[in-house]
């Protein structure tokens, strides 16, 4: 249904219209209080789900999480890999292009809350006859006009205003996608480091164990020569030598493709992998504050961008219940025109046209409340995912509290094994070289050390990976990367 300010009226009694005219104002007048309470019932859903008031595999702290945690390792090394990713990395940036989206978004929404204003020009020329006998123009007429058309949609029901703050939700969750995935590729950063100087720490220790193997098999080719052992302990030796040896590709391949990683998560390639060099010095996995769970809603990004989702689901869902009622349209025209009739100039003529248009929904088969369910269901979607990432967040972050504690008590006892490892090994050889035990028990001794050294290497990597794990789980980091605001950087520096 459509009604037009300009359309004809058919004339009635003067005490007829009045009473008319007094019925329409009063309609009028009721009207947006009736669309403002109308809209007022539409629910908004909020998350439901309970947090609890601490982790259960954690002590509870009061202090908050780090939140520069890449700087509790001391590895200068890697707190510039880190900005360097979070500044360089080709995510981050194509992240931050579909924020410029979403804010381009959200002015064309706000912008339907104002008038529209354009200007037009028409020009014509038509011949209304021809006289064949005089071979002359009957009629010739010309005509140009100009002018600014002017166009406005009164938000009588809310549903412009609702759309314009679901844009402004996008455009937040928008921003919050990005800081996700700039605490993703931090923390793959950081991953793939540990990764690195992990392998680079097997190597090391692998071949130190190939050579002593090697040395091992020198010493019984010799006791071999002199007749104190036997082919089958020069082959035992060998065995042991050769599979030692055959540790270290696996792992130069490991730390060769943790390099390309790094290289691509800073921005680089990865033929140039070779310039990045950890650091020498012994990392440790330092300890964590986990904090609070309610932190977490305000810290992982993830956890905001979904928050925002649904705010933004919650106003599409204002927006949708707005289609059941009356939209109200303005427009005006204002110009001249300029005529002329067979070369004789008629003057120019301005022109005002304005005219309000009310339209309502009566009939659409079923189009306005499949429009409503359709809201609906993204609505309750948007709750159903908020709060799914409310619960696996926490369960993420006992997850990684768990690994961590167990892999502390595990490098422990790996680094206790390690040291009797080394005593053991040590008595075996003396032992041997005095010819009390045969080449057996000092091969098995060599087996036991190379395996606990090896151990304790991984779990001592395996440490630092978890922290990371954690320290993403807790959703940090990403704080220390945000633009600074113009005040802020332009303010004068306090004088001590």
């Known amino acids: 249904m459509s009604l037009s300010a300009s359309q004809p009226v058919t004339p009635c009694p003067a005490p007829v219209r009045r009473r008319r005219a007094a ?69 981050v940036r194509i992240a931050a292009q579909r924020v410029q989206a979403a804010r381009a978004g959200e002015t064309i929404s706000r912008s339907w809350l104002f008038p529209s204003i354009g200007l037009n020009g028409r020009a014509s020329d038509s011949n209304s006859g021809y006289d064949a006998a005089t071979r002359q123009l009957i009629m010739d007429t010309k005509s140009a006009s100009a002018g600014l058309d002017v166009s406005w949609e ?19 969750a928008a921003e919050d996608g990005e800081r996700a995935v700039r605490l993703l590729v931090m923390t793959d950063v950081a991953t793939n480091y540990f990764t690195l100087v992990g392998a680079l720490r097997q190597i090391d220790t692998v071949r130190a164990i190939a050579a002593a193997h090697d040395e091992t098999v020198r010493l019984v080719m010799a006791r071999q020569r002199a007749g104190l052992a036997t ?59 986990p904090g609070q769970p309610a932190e977490l809603l305000e810290r992982r990004p993830d956890l905001l961008a979904l928050g925002a989702q649904l705010t933004a689901a ?23 025109e300029n005529v002329e009739i067979n070369g004789v100039g008629m003057g120019s003529a301005r022109f005002t046209s304005a005219a309000a248009l009310l339209t309502m929904p009566l009939f659409n088969a079923g189009r306005t409340r499949s429009i409503n369910e359709i809201a609906e269901a993204n609505q309750k979607e948007a709750l159903l995912r908020y709060e799914d990432g409310i619960v696996r967040a926490l369960e993420d972050v ?25 005593a053991a090994l ?32 991984d779990s001592r990597t395996q440490q630092l990976l978890d922290s990371v794990q954690l320290y993403k789980s807790l959703g940090g980091g990403w704080q220390a990367f945000e633009p600074q605001p113009a005040s802020a950087a332009s303010a004068p520096t306090p004088k001590s």
Do not use: M
Request: contains cysteine; aromatic residues 4%; hydrophobic residues 45%.
């Open 314 to 336: 919650n106003e599409r869902r204002q927006q949708a219940k707005a289609e059941w009622f009356p939209r109200l349209f303005l427009g005006a025209l204002f110009g001249s």
């Open 154 to 172: 009164i938000d009588i029901s809310g549903r412009l205003r609702a759309g314009a703050r679901a844009a402004a939700a996008d455009t937040v």
């Open 426 to 457: 040590g008595r075996a050889q003396s032992l041997y070289d005095r010819g009390q035990i045969d080449l057996l028990p000092l091969l098995d001794a060599q087996r036991a050390r190379l395996a606990v050294r090896v151990g304790a290497n």
């Open 398 to 422: 006992e997850n990684s509290l768990v690994a961590l504690d167990q892999e502390r008590q595990r490098s422990s006892d790996l680094q206790s094994a390690s040291k009797t490892a080394e």
């Open 23 to 91: 019925s329409a104002r009063l309609v009028l007048a009721a009207l947006p209080l009736a669309l403002w309470l109308a809209g007022c019932s539409t629910p908004a859903l909020h998350s439901t789900v309970e947090v609890p008031s601490r982790y259960a595999n954690a002590a509870e702290v009061a202090a908050e999480p780090e939140v520069a945690w890449w700087t509790n390792y001391g590895d200068p090394v890697l707190a510039d890999l880190i900005a360097r990713a979070a500044a360089e990395n080709r995510d």
């Open 231 to 289: 082919p089958f302990d020069v082959e035992r030796a060998q065995t042991d030598a050769a599979r030692a040896h055959a540790a270290i590709p696996p792992l130069e391949t490991l730390a060769a493709v943790s390099r390309h990683r790094i290289a691509v998560l800073i921005g680089d390639q990865a033929v140039n992998a070779a310039r990045i060099v950890p650091t020498n010095a012994d990392i440790d996995a330092p300890p964590t504050r």
